[in-house]
């Protein structure tokens, strides 16, 4: 054995048996069971088993391995193989992370998901090099750069589309109903996150889109909701909410945005292992809508921090559902940073709907059920030539919000 190897075994094994040890002693203290002494024995065991993986890996590995990197990889694997939100995050991912959540950054504009092995497009963020060049929801990105995917390193592909504006890059998707991959040349660009968009559609009736949840999400929609307000005279009939195609994001934003057009009630439940993870959170006094008609159009884009919203509104009676199923992702991420600009991101939570529905995998049903041709013929998405008269969902929901006050609503509006 090299010294290396015998360095790296004595280190691993001091650090996780000392562990083991105070965890053991502290368990046994306070319980002093038989089974908990066995659960110490059977961990050392494990221990044991770990060293002697890794001091042979860097002993007869037919490349001279980094220890750092062989002990990185260790780490990833056993994130990953918990379930297919849970990650580790190295300093480049980890920064990822706070860009989405907090500010903007430079790429293509792709919001992605690991799904059985696969890395799947959830949505194209408007306006962006991605959503230009015509990459879709449901896209499987199958390499990037010529460099094929790796279903155990996706955060190594997400880096790899980012970099300076300007700079070109190449993304291959496989497409359902397509031969072959479909290739993109793109140029990467400032991507600027911003969530919400609103228009005035006339008649006392206004549309706000929401496209994913950040910081400034509540802020934002609540100035957007206050300008339909003045455009109206101040008396709003009623307003879409558009959720399609939103991938999600923080979930502190999205009860915010729940709770502002509810006036009380539950709006989600969580429940976890650990106490952090058992929460509920209830809705305060006020609407920022004023008790003005509320719909909310939804699709199979719409997951997560969008779920949460869309169940609490209808299952508080406040809105109804427009469009297709939703997703269908109910756990919720906490980033937790570790030492050198690493972190985890571990999914510490399943949440469930005021009802107590639990959504993952199976998603909500909408109210009424409208389908499209293609998840981008909607008004209100950048760049988009659909008008309001032209979006089925959108004048299904106009529609009822009209029934309710009495008369029929047809708006001709674009972007």
Same mark, same amino acid.
């Given at each position: *054995?090299?010294?290396?190897?015998?360095?790296?075994?004595?280190?691993?094994?001091?650090?996780?048996?000392?562990?083991?040890?105070?965890?053991?002693?502290?368990?046994?203290?306070?319980?002093?069971?038989?089974?908990?002494?066995?659960?110490?024995?059977? !961990?050392?065991?494990?221990?044991?088993? !770990?060293?002697?993986?890794?001091?042979?890996?860097?002993?007869?590995?037919?490349?001279?391995?980094?220890?750092?990197?062989?002990?990185?990889?260790?780490?990833?694997? *056993?994130?990953?193989?918990?379930?297919?939100?849970?990650?580790?995050?190295?300093?480049?991912?980890?920064?990822?992370?706070?860009?989405?959540?907090?500010?903007?950054?430079?790429?293509?504009?792709?919001?992605?998901?690991?799904?059985?092995?696969?890395?799947?497009?959830?949505?194209?963020?408007?306006?962006?090099?991605?959503?230009?060049?015509?990459?879709?929801?449901?896209? *499987?990105?199958?390499?990037?750069?010529?460099?094929?995917?790796?279903?155990?390193?996706?955060?190594?592909?997400?880096?790899?589309?980012?970099?300076?504006?300007?700079?070109?890059?190449?993304?291959?998707?496989?497409?359902?109903?397509?031969?072959?991959?479909?290739?993109?040349? !793109?140029?990467?660009?400032?991507?600027?996150?911003?969530?919400?968009?609103?228009?005035?559609?006339?008649?006392?009736?206004?549309?706000? @889109?929401?496209?994913?949840?950040?910081?400034?999400?509540?802020?934002? *929609?609540? #100035?957007?909701?206050?300008?339909?307000?003045?455009?109206?005279?101040?008396?709003? @009939?009623?307003?879409?909410?558009?959720? $399609?195609?939103?991938?999600?994001?923080?979930?502190?934003?999205?009860?915010?945005?729940?709770?502002?057009?509810?006036?009380?009630?539950?709006?989600?439940?969580?429940?976890?292992?650990? @106490?952090?993870?058992?929460?509920?959170?209830?809705?305060?006094?006020?609407?920022?809508?004023?008790?003005?008609?509320?719909?909310?159009?939804?699709?199979?884009?719409?997951?997560?921090?969008?779920?949460?919203?869309?169940?609490?509104?209808?299952?508080?009676? @406040?809105?109804?559902?427009?469009?297709?199923?939703?997703?269908?992702?109910?756990?919720?991420?906490?980033? #937790?940073?570790?030492?050198?600009?690493?972190?985890?991101?571990?999914?510490?939570?399943?949440?469930?709907?005021?009802?107590?529905?639990?959504?993952?995998?199976?998603?909500?049903?909408?109210?009424?059920?409208?389908?499209?041709?293609?998840?981008?013929?909607?008004?209100? $998405?950048?760049?988009?030539?659909?008008?309001?008269?032209?979006?089925?969902?959108?004048?299904?929901?106009?529609?009822?919000?009209?029934?309710?006050?009495?008369?029929?609503?047809?708006?001709?509006?674009?972007?």
């Amino acid at each position: *054995m090299s010294l290396k190897a015998r360095s790296l075994g004595i280190i691993v094994v001091g650090a996780v048996l000392g562990f083991v040890v105070s965890r053991g002693s502290i368990l046994i203290a306070e319980r002093g069971s038989a089974q908990e002494a066995a659960t110490e024995a059977a !961990l050392s065991l494990d221990v044991r088993l !770990l060293t002697e993986a890794l001091e042979t890996v860097l002993r007869e590995y037919v490349d001279v391995v980094d220890d750092r990197q062989l002990i990185e990889g260790a780490i990833r694997g *056993m994130i990953s193989e918990l379930d297919s939100h849970s990650r580790y995050l190295g300093p480049d991912d980890y920064e990822e992370v706070l860009i989405a959540t907090t500010g903007n950054y430079a790429g293509v504009g792709l919001n992605v998901h690991l799904e059985e092995g696969k890395v799947r497009v959830v949505t194209t963020l408007e306006g962006t090099p991605a959503y230009r060049a015509g990459i879709l929801p449901g896209d *499987m990105v199958i390499s990037v750069d010529n460099v094929p995917v790796q279903k155990d390193r996706v955060e190594e592909t997400i880096v790899r589309m980012r970099g300076e504006p300007g700079t070109g890059v190449t993304v291959d998707v496989a497409r359902d109903g397509q031969p072959g991959p479909l290739h993109f040349n !793109l140029v990467r660009s400032e991507i600027e996150v911003t969530t919400v968009r609103s228009e005035y559609l006339g008649e006392g009736y206004g549309y706000i @889109r929401l496209t994913g949840f950040s910081d400034s999400t509540k802020r934002d *929609m609540t #100035m957007a909701a206050k300008a339909l307000s003045e455009r109206a005279g101040n008396g709003l @009939r009623g307003v879409v909410l558009d959720l $399609r195609n939103n991938s999600g994001g923080i979930l502190d934003a999205a009860v915010d945005v729940a709770d502002a057009f509810l006036e009380r009630g539950l709006i989600v439940r969580g429940t976890g292992r650990n @106490r952090d993870a058992r929460f509920e959170h209830y809705a305060g006094e006020g609407d920022l809508l004023n008790g003005a008609d509320l719909v909310v159009l939804v699709n199979a884009g719409s997951a997560s921090a969008a779920e949460i919203v869309a169940g609490a509104l209808k299952e508080n009676n @406040r809105a109804q559902l427009v469009g297709t199923k939703t997703y269908g992702k109910g756990t919720v991420q906490t980033v #937790m940073p570790l030492v050198a600009g690493r972190a985890i991101k571990l999914t510490t939570a399943r949440y469930l709907t005021p009802s107590g529905s639990a959504i993952n995998g199976a998603g909500i049903e909408p109210d009424v059920i409208v389908h499209v041709p293609s998840p981008n013929d909607q008004f209100g $998405r950048a760049g988009s030539k659909i008008s309001a008269d032209e979006d089925h969902q959108l004048q299904e929901a106009l529609r009822l919000i009209g029934s309710r006050a009495g008369a029929p609503v047809v708006l001709r509006s674009t972007l």
